[in-house]
């Protein structure tokens, strides 16, 4: 392909890859299938590797992300972000109401008649700023201090919902729009439930977790958290009209993600109504909201009215009451998760709270017991807000019993008595007993037999619990051991379900081995992470023998997951169990079938392929490296054996690669090497 075409055909994918992306995410429809769609977005990745010279800041790759920034730059906003006042009456909205009527009276243009107000959800999320030039997305804030904030491009670029072109041509030149950006509960749900899986622990709330990860290094993991987005505002020099609900109403057609609710009743009598109904509204909602926000819909009207030092005068917030109650905490306890983290759990006297009856929170870890000084038979508010886990607010002191004592967090595991350690940089502690503590013991065994690992059938966290308590398995390499005679004692089993755990125990046997990785449990070894190991090493022999500066060079494995690893191989315990469960005949290496190598003529050397080839197309070429036992590296590094240069590649590669000395070669010498 020559430069003219390659160009051509960039642009070509990259509108239709928009346009697909624009489909699914704004329209609820999508064109094609995902398969199809990662087909063409693999197309423009190598494409745009090739010709560099042609790949857009904001070409439709960046939404996969892949940018790691060391820390983020601060810069000024172009117009601070203010905040809202807050108001919790219908009262108070009343008062607002008189009050602006007052003020735009004063100024005798007979503003009070053209007096509208547009009203819109209050989106529980974090506050950001993009900026377009010329309909390309240049620059996106968080808000910061308010003046200035902190330049988070990379990672927005990632979220779906936000266009990094623009449609049309009807927008102006240089515009500000600003929104929010939130966790949808689906999203939120999904996450956690992954953490689950990798043996993290869980995140609380969707807010803190949306801000948490818009401040993430690395824009991948960005990509991969399904953030969403709300936009709320614009702000630039030509606006379309004249008046907040036209300019909202115009950002649809440049490809935003528009409010489903947005309304402008004709009297105060309206504004109180859309409180009212999103009071009750907001619970069946994909995603949470704090109030309800009432803006002044003329552009000439919010300009008499101006701001205050904090925050606009023609527009107010209404925040919905969260459910709240008080009950008393009778003790708190703790559990040990399958990692050993230790979750702190309040007992409460029962009490009534939205429709249930709650009786016991979470109290995350050791810092939210200091941060609210939680001590035995206090007093303390539970609340309910968006999320369905009821959290302890706050203590009232007042009814503080006397002589009571702050709470010290345990020091030894509540179950097997080891003195539990804190990990550098984390709130949790552990138990570090991996081994020897029943419920991390239990915990593994239950995730080694989950459908997405062993998935062994006829077996429960119940038959754990008991087959355990009963001494027959002690970890996972013991169920392949169980006997039929030892089962059928057992009160819960009959015939049938004794034969069909032995069964779901035997035909575990041959699942595959990423999922064989994935069910030891390695920490942060999830299921993708599992895949990726597996389908880049093969065997367990090989990843055993990767070192940390190996694996790291391994796409998507980070250093914190490379550690793990590394650990994992390193500990004698598991070692031995792994070990065991080879013996019993479980997959360790890639089938052969799939893999089955041709020659081992490449073993160790590293290729980067790029340009066009006459007898292979470039997956094929990388196909053969990989069954001739070589490796695809993603990038040209010092550490890069070869480069096989093919028609038109770009010349960067070329540049870059004898800088560093590396050996070009061409398709022939390749063929003379393998055979
Ligand atoms: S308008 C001058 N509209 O609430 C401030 N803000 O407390 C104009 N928010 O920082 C903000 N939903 O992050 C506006 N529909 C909405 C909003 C909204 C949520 C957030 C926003 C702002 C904070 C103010």
Not at 85 to 95: K, L
Request: glycine share 6%; with cysteine; aromatic share 8%.
């Amino acid at each position: 392909m020559n430069q003219e075409e390659a160009k051509k055909k960039i642009k070509m994918l990259s509108t239709q890859l928009e346009e697909h992306n624009y489909s699914y995410y704004m329209l609820n429809t999508s064109i094609i299938s995902d398969f199809d769609f990662d087909m063409l977005m693999k197309e423009l990745i190598d494409l745009e590797q090739d010709f560099p010279e042609f790949a857009s800041i904001n070409s439709p790759t960046k939404r996969v992300g892949g940018e790691v920034s060391k820390g983020f730059k601060t810069i000024e906003h172009k117009y601070p972000m203010m905040s809202l006042d807050n108001t919790y009456s219908i009262e108070e909205i009343r008062d607002f109401d008189t009050r602006v009527r007052k003020r735009l009276d004063e100024a005798e243009i007979g503003g009070s008649d053209l007096l509208r107000y547009v009203c819109e959800l209050k989106y529980d999320g974090v506050a950001i700023g993009i900026t377009y030039k010329n309909g390309e997305m240049v620059q996106a804030l968080t808000r910061g201090d308010g003046v200035s904030g902190d330049d988070v491009t990379a990672n927005v670029r990632t979220i779906n919902s936000i266009p990094l072109v623009l449609k049309g041509t009807d927008f102006p030149a240089e515009f500000e729009i600003r929104g929010e950006i939130y966790f949808p509960h689906k999203a939120f749900a999904e996450l956690n439930k992954l953490r689950e899986e990798e043996g993290e622990p869980t995140f609380a709330n969707p807010r803190n977790t949306a801000s948490g990860t818009l401040k993430m290094k690395d824009s991948a993991e960005v990509a991969k958290r399904n953030l969403n987005c709300f936009l709320y505002s614009l702000s630039g020099a030509d606006l379309p009209y004249d008046n907040h609900y036209d300019n909202l109403m115009a950002i649809k057609e440049w490809g935003f993600k528009l409010p489903y609710v947005i309304s402008k009743p004709t009297d105060i009598e309206g504004v109180a109504s859309f409180i009212n109904e999103w009071d009750v509204g907001r619970k069946n909602l994909e995603y949470d909201i704090d109030g309800v926000v009432f803006k002044v819909n003329l552009k000439r009207l919010q300009e008499i009215l101006g701001f205050t030092a904090k925050s606009p005068r023609w527009a107010i917030s209404y925040k919905f009451k969260a459910e709240r109650a008080s009950t008393v905490l009778n003790s708190i306890s703790y559990q040990v998760g399958r990692t050993g983290a230790i979750t702190p759990v309040a007992n409460l006297e029962p009490v009534l709270l939205a429709g249930t009856v709650v009786k016991r929170a979470s109290l995350h870890n050791a810092d939210q017991i200091a941060r609210l000084d939680i001590r035995l038979n206090d007093t303390v508010y539970v609340e309910k807000g968006g999320e369905i886990i009821p959290k302890i607010i706050g203590v009232i002191l007042e009814k503080r019993p006397s002589g009571s004592t702050p709470t010290e967090f345990i020091s030894t595991c509540p179950i097997c008595s080891t003195t539990l350690k804190q990990k550098e940089g984390e709130v949790a502690h552990y138990c570090p007993n991996e081994d020897g503590c029943p419920p991390q013991i239990k915990g593994k065994i239950e995730h080694f037999i989950a459908r997405k690992a062993m998935n062994i059938d006829g077996i429960g966290e119940e038959t754990i619990e008991l087959l355990y308590d009963k001494k027959l398995i002690a970890d996972v390499s013991d169920l392949y051991t169980l006997r039929y005679e030892d089962l059928i004692e057992l009160d819960r089993f009959a015939e049938k379900s004794v034969q069909r755990l032995l069964d779901g125990i035997e035909s575990s046997k041959q699942i595959t081995f990423e999922k064989v990785l994935f069910a030891l449990g390695i920490r942060f070894v999830g299921e993708t992470v599992a895949k990726k190991l597996a389908t880049h090493y093969l065997s367990i022999e090989s990843i055993r023998a990767a070192s940390l500066e190996e694996l790291v060079e391994v796409e998507e494995i980070g250093e914190k997951i490379a550690e793990s690893v590394v650990r994992y191989f390193g500990d004698e315990a598991s070692a031995a169990l792994v070990q065991r469960l080879q013996a019993h005949g479980l997959q360790f290496k890639m089938i052969e079938s799939d893999l089955e190598l041709k020659s081992e003529k490449l073993k160790d050397l590293s290729f980067v392929v790029s340009g066009v080839f006459e007898t292979y197309s470039r997956d094929e070429l990388k196909a053969e490296i990989e069954a001739n036992g070589g490796r695809n590296a993603s990038s040209i590094s010092a550490k890069l054996d070869y480069l096989i240069a093919g028609d038109k590649m770009g010349p960067s590669k070329l540049e870059k690669a004898n800088k560093l000395n590396i050996s070009i070669i061409s398709e022939s010498d390749f063929n003379k090497m393998i055979t």
